[in-house]
């Protein structure tokens, strides 16, 4: 089976299905949806058993890399969003105290 191109998905497209994922059992690997989709591709879907993150440990490392940098980007870019509302809200009422 073919895969046709899916704007949302662009490495499907550049390296083909996989043979096989595994993921842990979290609500957003166990959807029909995805499921469906494993099924008609003729991907294979293993589950870790659970409580078990080392029968995973690839993705467990990536994770655990991935996570810290991030959250401080995110806080970085919400406390930026905070500054210049603050900025804006200065800015403001500098220019209603001049116009008296």
Do not use: C
């Not at 690839?58 to 509302?85: C, H, W, Y």
Request: aromatic share 8%; proline share 7%.
């Amino acid at each position: 089976m073919a895969l046709s191109p899916h704007p949302k998905i662009p490495f499907l497209t550049e390296r083909g299905r996989p043979r096989m994922v595994v993921s842990d059992n979290g609500t957003e690997l166990t959807s029909n949806s995805i499921l469906t989709w494993a099924d008609q591709s003729r991907v294979a879907w293993h589950y870790i058993a659970p409580g078990k993150p080392t029968q995973n440990a690839f993705i467990e490392s990536f994770n655990g890399r991935l996570r810290d940098p991030a959250i401080a980007l995110r806080a970085s870019l919400e406390t930026d969003a905070v500054n210049r509302a603050a900025w804006a809200d200065l800015g403001a009422k500098s220019q209603f105290l001049g116009a008296r």
